[in-house]
């Protein structure tokens, strides 16, 4: 599925133009609300999120939940980082993530080079392959997983939850890279060829300088997929030291006796934050990169 | 030249690690869970054949049939919302914001990156009614309506769920649609205005139907991912109250999990697989037959 990129919007003559001047106005008029609104709502519960990370547990329950902080309690960051843990469950997190994402973007180049570069019989029946492991709920693989991964005795460390995601990143990662090396003629390599290079030297040295923008954008999609992902986590994660960031925050209010709001907005805050960073600099490419990879669904 | 791009050791050494991995943690494990779906038991107690048992438990289990129900509801009601949502964004992008709508593309898109299990506790405090009134409450007793216990009945809860979800995915629908209406070539919308058609009569009979593959492919992305829902139910209602917004993904985990049934789990997943190939398939079929018409 290729999508269109979103910046090649074209300047373009509108069915109202030439209307009289009243009408345009008139559209100005209505416009404008439907924008303010637009942008209330998109960034209302985020700016809500982030003052009440800042209130007192006696503040939130006393006062209305719009009001602003009486006091600004940074300490509910520390309070989450620390006695909520979330310190430990960001680096679980990271420490499952980085290294999937390194498997697949490798494991996934390669497989794309050969399936789209390469000439072999059966590649195509091979691409379908991997498109069959896009449509497929995961859940048709937890229970087989779980059962391996226990008998090897895997559980209990954060290997499960690296292998899961390797494999069910795949076949997304294959077929957008596929896809983004039929940009590139064949005669290429074969140039490339023709100077001594051998096909796995043209691939790494060649070809992959070539498709780095994609891998940087397949990257940020996996990334996004992988770091949000609750089911994998949750089925692999038996163990309280071993959670991930998401189901750490799912049971965050365990952690303390009763439920300290503060706390628990900041976990949500520092949740949230971090994805929403890395988009501030790269959102072009993520948006990009996300609608290019829709068939997921 | 060829025999440089069909050397079978470099295609090997390329391949081989992807297939290697995706089949022993995709392929082998799908065909595995199948054969689960005949037996009785757990990773921990191990398996009993079970004949057909778990099928025909399929066919009686209430909580199935509701889970069905609930899943099936709930994707329609989210492919719809989102759908609608993101034509009308895209809309809005292309006819009206033209070049100013970069910023608020990027911004109306930024919730689609969000972790779900953030958002869904986010949504549960911000229409929480105790200890303390969310802003949804507040603002429905400032204006006169007084406030709505959102998480108690089945109903108000599944409306919830609805709205959140088309607030974290309409933009994304947003960018995928507004990619198709950019393509519309200008000359056809010049000559629609030249021959005296209104705003709305363009859009009704010019860019509708000229985007519609574009709203099509969106459709069966949406309803393949809304069938799938998991994350939101999950951090927003956990199925409750009850099991009233449990769907088919969630009983499932239960059934497996909670209950450490493995077999009828899987029995369920493979009901949730075949949902989804079948419905896929329909809104395919239903759109291939539209194009050729239109």
């Known amino acids: 599925m290729s999508v269109g990129t979103p910046e090649k919007l074209s300047p373009r003559a509108l069915p109202l133009r030439t209307k009289p001047p009243t009408r345009r106005r008139l559209r100005g008029l209505w416009i404008k609300p439907i924008v303010a609104v637009l942008l209330v709502v998109e960034l209302y519960p985020l700016l809500w999120m982030f003052l009440t990370s800042l209130k007192s547990n006696d503040d939130y329950l006393n006062n209305p939940s719009w009001s602003l902080p009486t006091t600004w309690e940074w300490g509910n960051y520390t309070e989450a980082w620390t006695t909520g843990n979330i310190g430990l469950y960001v680096q679980n997190s990271l420490l499952a993530v980085l290294p999937s994402l390194a498997l697949i973007l ?112 397949v990257g940020l999609v996996q990334f996004f997929f992988i ?48 994805t929403l960073l890395i988009y501030l600099f790269l959102n072009q490419k993520v948006m990009k990169g996300l609608a290019g990879g829709a068939v997921k669904g | 030249m060829h025999r ?47 004949g057909v048992a778990n099928f025909e438990r399929l066919l009686t289990d209430e909580a199935v049939h509701e889970a069905l129900w609930f899943t099936l509801k709930y994707a329609v009601a989210v492919t719809a919302g989102q759908v609608v949502a993101g034509y009308l964004l895209a809309l809005l992008y292309v006819f009206f914001l033209k070049k100013a709508s970069a910023l608020i593309r990027t911004l109306v898109f930024f919730p689609v990156i969000l972790p779900t299990v953030a958002v869904g506790l986010l949504f549960k405090q911000m229409f929480q009614v105790a200890p303390q009134n969310g802003p949804v409450n507040a603002l429905l007793e400032a204006v006169g309506l007084g406030s709505v216990d959102w998480f108690s009945d089945g109903g108000n809860a599944f409306w919830v769920l609805i709205l959140m979800d088309v607030w974290r995915s ?43 593959p574009v709203l099509m492919s969106s459709l069966i992305f949406s309803i393949n991912g809304t069938l799938k829902v998991f994350d939101s139910v999950v951090a927003l209602t956990n199925g409750g109250p009850g099991n009233d917004t449990t769907p088919l993904t969630l009983y499932m985990f239960q059934t497996s999990f909670t209950y450490s049934d493995y077999g009828y789990g899987s029995a369920i997943a493979l009901l949730l697989t075949v949902l989804s190939l079948v419905v896929s398939l329909v809104v395919f079929r239903l759109s291939r037959r539209d194009l050729t018409k239109g």
């Open chain 1, 106 to 217: 490798l494991m996934g180049t390669a497989a794309g080079f050969a399936l789209q570069i390469m000439v072999w019989k059966g590649r195509s029946v091979t691409l379908l392959l991997f498109l069959a492991g896009i449509m497929v709920p995961a859940q048709m693989i937890l229970l087989p997983l779980f059962t391996v991964y226990f008998q090897v005795g895997l559980s209990g460390t954060l290997w499960p939850l690296i292998l899961t995601y390797t494999g069910s990143g795949l076949p997304l990662t294959v077929f957008m890279m596929a896809t983004y090396y039929k940009t590139i003629p064949r005669e290429m390599f074969e140039a490339a060829t023709l100077d001594g290079a051998g096909i796995l030297r043209s691939f790494w040295s060649i070809s992959v300088p070539m498709v780095r923008n994609a891998v940087l954008t």
């Open chain 2, 170 to 212: 309409m933009g994304f629908y947003a960018v995928l649609l507004f990619a198709g209406l950019v393509d519309i070539p200008d000359e056809v919308l010049e000559s629609a205005r030249l021959d005296g058609a209104s705003g709305l009569q363009t859009i009704r009979h010019i860019v509708l139907p000229l985007s519609l």
């Open chain 1, 227 to 274: 770091w949000n992902d609750l089911l994998i986590a949750l089925t692999f994660t038996n163990n309280q030291d071993l959670r991930t960031i998401q189901v750490g925050l799912l049971n965050f209010s365990g952690e303390f006796g009763a439920t300290q709001y503060g706390p628990l907005f900041a976990a949500i805050c520092i949740n949230v934050f971090g």
């Open chain 2, 4 to 50: 440089v791009l069909g050397d079978r050791r470099a295609i090997l050494i390329l391949i081989g690690p992807a297939l290697l991995v995706y089949s022993l943690i995709m392929l082998v494990p799908m065909v595995w869970s199948l054969g689960y779906a005949f037996t009785k038991g757990n990773a921990i107690n191990g398996f009993t054949g079970n």
